[in-house]
C-alpha cells in the first residue's frame, strides 16, 4: 500500500487555467476531507510525509469559488479529477514551517512539523497537490496522491462533546467568511470570561473596515474547549501551562511570537463548526499574536493592545499581507531573492513596481517616497518593511500592518482585505 503515497520534488506546476470555477454539486458533497502530513527538512531541501484523511461534518467555504484567483502563500494545495487534468478546487497557505527555514538553527539541523490541510469532500475519486513556493515564486510539487473518496482508511472518528456558540450568525456559511474563536488558557471556570472575550472582540473586529461595513458578511463562531489551567507557556520565564492547545510565546526566539505546533488538536477543535479562519485567544495579558495565511490566527486576550493586535493578525491569515515595520534584519536579501517581487501584495523590493501598486501613485510623488510630513497622506513606497530596514517598500507612511498607532489598513492592504472577504462571500 505504502507505494501509492509518492514523494516528487522540481516538478513546476504548468498549464492550470485558475479563472474558471467549477460546479461544487457536481464533484463535492457538502464535508470537509482534512489531509494531514508530516512536512521537514532544513534551508536546503524540504519533503512531506502522508499521515492520514480524515472526514469532517463541514465545508464552511464557499461552494462557489473553489479555485484560488490569488496566488498567496508559500504552498497550494490543489484537488484534481483522477485524471490529474481538471483542477477542481486549489488555495494558497502559508504555515510555521516556512518560518522556520529561514533561522539560523535550519542551517544547522533537519526538523519536522505536523500541517493539515482541508478541502471539500470528493465525490469520486480524486488527485491531491502539495506545493511549495521557491525564493523565484515558482511552485514546485512536494508531494501527490490519489484520494478515494470510499477508502476505508479514511477516520471518521466521533469526536468528545464540546458546545458551540453561535456569537453571530449572517447566513449561509458557503456565502459568508465563517471565522470560529478556539479559546487556549481557558479552563471550566472562565467560561463566562470566554464567551464575553468573544463578544469583546468581534466588537473590536467591526470597527475596522472594511468589517465594518460589511459586517452582514461574516459570522462568528466559538468551541467551549477549554484547558486544564489557565494563562499559557512562558519559556523566558520558565512558566509552562498545562492547555488544550499548547501555545507558547517565544516562538523562533522572538519574545511576542505567541504560536502553537499542535495542528491536529487545532484543526479537531476547529471542526465542530464550519469555519475559513480559524482564531486562538489565548487567556494571558502578555502582548503577542500570531497570523499565518490560511493556517491560523493567536491574539493574547488582555493586552490593552488587543483589539488592535487581533485584527492586524487578521490581516496576516487573512488576506496574506506582509508586515510592514522592519525588524532584526539589515539587508533585504538575507531573507528575499532581489531579483523578484516579493509575492506579498503590499510589500515590493520595486524590481516590477508596475505589478504592485504603481498605478495608485501621484505622477508628483517620489518612488521611493520620502518618509517626511509632505507624504504623510500619500501612497507612495516608503522603505522599511518587510522585516528589513533598507530596499524593502510599503505603500503608505502607517497602516495596520505597520504599526498598533492606527485602527486602518492602508488603501492596498484594505483593497486585498475587501477582495477577499467578497471572495469567501459571494
Known amino acids: ?61 464557499s ?50 512539523f505536523y500541517e493539515s490541510v482541508v478541502v471539500p469532500f470528493p465525490k469520486q475519486k480524486v488527485l491531491i497537490k502539495i506545493e511549495m513556493r521557491n525564493k523565484k515564486n515558482i511552485f514546485n510539487t512536494l508531494f501527490e496522491m490519489p484520494v478515494n473518496p470510499n477508502s476505508v482508511s479514511i477516520i471518521k472518528d466521533k469526536q468528545k462533546k464540546y458546545s458551540v456558540q453561535k456569537i453571530k450568525y449572517s447566513g449561509n456559511s458557503h456565502k459568508k467568511l465563517d471565522i470560529v474563536i478556539i479559546p487556549d488558557g481557558y479552563t471550566k471556570n472562565d467560561s463566562s470570561k470566554f464567551h464575553n472575550d468573544c463578544k469583546r472582540f468581534m466588537g473590536y473586529f467591526f470597527e475596522v473596515e472594511p468589517f465594518k461595513t ?43 511570537y505567541l504560536t502553537t505546533q499542535d495542528i491536529e488538536v487545532v484543526r479537531n477543535t476547529a471542526a465542530y463548526v464550519p469555519y475559513d479562519q480559524i482564531y486562538i485567544l489565548v487567556n494571558t495579558d502578555k502582548y503577542g499574536g500570531g497570523g499565518i495565511y490560511n493556517y491560523y490566527n493567536l491574539c493574547s486576550a488582555d493586552n490593552e493592545y488587543s483589539g488592535r493586535v487581533f485584527t492586524h493578525e ?4 487573512f488576506a496574506a499581507l506582509a508586515d510592514e515595520y522592519q525588524y532584526g534584519y539589515e539587508k533585504a536579501e538575507d531573507i528575499y531573492d532581489m531579483s523578484v517581487e516579493p509575492w506579498q501584495v503590499n510589500i515590493t523590493n520595486l524590481v516590477d513596481f508596475d505589478s504592485k501598486w504603481k498605478n495608485l501613485v501621484e505622477k508628483d510623488t517620489p518612488i521611493p517616497t520620502p518618509d517626511i510630513k509632505k507624504y504623510k497622506n500619500k501612497i507612495g513606497a516608503f522603505e522599511g518593511a518587510g522585516y528589513v530596514k533598507k530596499e524593502i517598500y510599503r505603500p503608505a507612511h ?7 498607532s492606527t485602527n486602518e489598513f492602508c488603501p492596498v492592504c484594505y483593497k486585498t482585505v475587501l477582495d477577499m472577504l467578497l471572495f469567501y462571500s459571494e
Open 63 to 112: 461552494e462557489k469559488n473553489l479555485i484560488d484567483k490569488f496566488n498567496f502563500g508559500d504552498f497550494r494545495v490543489s484537488v484534481f479529477d483522477s485524471t490529474g487534468n481538471t483542477l477542481l478546487y486549489s488555495r494558497g497557505y502559508s504555515s510555521l514551517y516556512v518560518e522556520w527555514i529561514d533561522t539560523e538553527e535550519a542551517k544547522q539541523i533537519s526538523k519536522s
Open 214 to 256: 460589511y459586517k452582514n458578511k461574516v459570522n462568528f463562531w466559538s468551541v467551549d474547549a477549554f484547558s486544564e489551567e489557565s494563562g499559557t507557556d512562558m519559556p523566558r520565564q520558565n512558566i509552562w501551562k498545562n492547555t488544550i492547545l499548547n501555545t507558547h510565546f517565544n516562538t523562533f526566539g522572538s519574545e511576542r
Open 314 to 317: 487578521f490581516g496576516h491569515a
Open 398 to 404: 502607517d497602516c495596520k500592518m505597520r504599526s498598533n
Open 1 to 61: 500500500m505504502k507505494k501509492q503515497y509518492f514523494l516528487l520534488t522540481g516538478i513546476i506546476f504548468f498549464g492550470i487555467s485558475l479563472s474558471a470555477q467549477v460546479n461544487f454539486s457536481k464533484y463535492f458533497i457538502d464535508k470537509s476531507l482534512r489531509f494531514d502530513y508530516i512536512i521537514g527538512g532544513n534551508n536546503k531541501e524540504t519533503k512531506v510525509y502522508f499521515n492520514k484523511l480524515k472526514e469532517e461534518p463541514y465545508w464552511g467555504g
